[in-house]
């Protein structure tokens, strides 16, 4: 007979394995995309329906550095008139968490941060579980205004550049788990040298269209004569 602590520990180590086959496919799947793609907006997009999937949650969106911009390339779930106020945000006029873990500014305790640089938050309506009351008094926190109450952040990056970040979003509290960032952290840093890589490659196509643009009417011209 197997007794009640011993049925325990089996039961605990099939949930475990369970969990660590579901997230071996969900990386595959992050990982497939970043090899598939050969556009960014398309890869976004992927990755955001990929994202919503995994998580269970009610929106995601990927927001990019664009100088001292921070815009969200791919969305779904979050409410119109938030995308209207916050699609686009400054990173030094704008004072909110996506600004300060897109700029790894030094306002989040390092305590309230994964060991990938993500922060956590169970219910916005609550943050000085990890911020002092001053910090959280300079916050807007629009996510709770239109009923977004648990936020996971995580950044996407290269070394130590930051390109951009993951937000997801819940209407219900406590919806993130550790385990659940820490494995969009890993779909972060596939995602971040798949953006680098098609900047790149989006770079090099557009000099060769400029140069072509410049030398096919020279070309067309000697041709003539």
């Not at 938030?82 to 996506?98: D, M, N, Y």
Request: hydrophobic residues 40%; proline residues 4%; negative net charge.
């Amino acid at each position: 007979t197997v007794d009640g602590e011993a049925l325990a520990r089996i039961l605990r180590y099939a949930i475990e394995r369970k969990r660590t086959d579901e997230e071996q496919v969900v990386s595959r799947q992050f990982l497939e995309a970043t090899n598939r793609q050969r556009a960014l907006e398309p890869l976004l997009d992927e990755f955001v329906r990929l994202t919503q999937r995994y998580t269970g949650c009610d929106a995601v969106g990927i927001r990019l550095l664009e100088g001292e911009r921070l815009r969200f390339h791919s969305q779904s779930g979050f409410p119109e008139p938030f995308l209207a106020r916050e699609g686009t945000v400054s990173l030094h006029k704008h004072q909110c968490l996506c600004t300060w873990i897109a700029a790894d500014a030094n306002h989040i305790p390092k305590s309230a941060l994964t060991d990938g640089g993500s922060v956590i938050v169970p219910d916005c309506r609550n943050l000085t579980e990890f911020l002092e009351a001053d910090l959280v008094d300079r916050l807007p926190r629009h996510c709770c205004h239109h009923g977004l109450t648990s936020l996971a952040l995580v950044p996407v990056q290269t070394g130590m550049r930051r390109l951009g970040i993951i937000e997801v979003a819940d209407t219900s509290s406590h919806h993130f788990t550790a385990q659940m960032v820490h494995t969009l952290e890993a779909a972060a840093m596939q995602l971040a040298a798949a953006v680098e890589r098609l900047r790149a490659e989006e770079g090099v196509s557009r000099r060769e269209a400029r140069y072509r643009s410049l030398v096919e009417p020279t070309s067309s011209v000697v041709w003539t004569m």
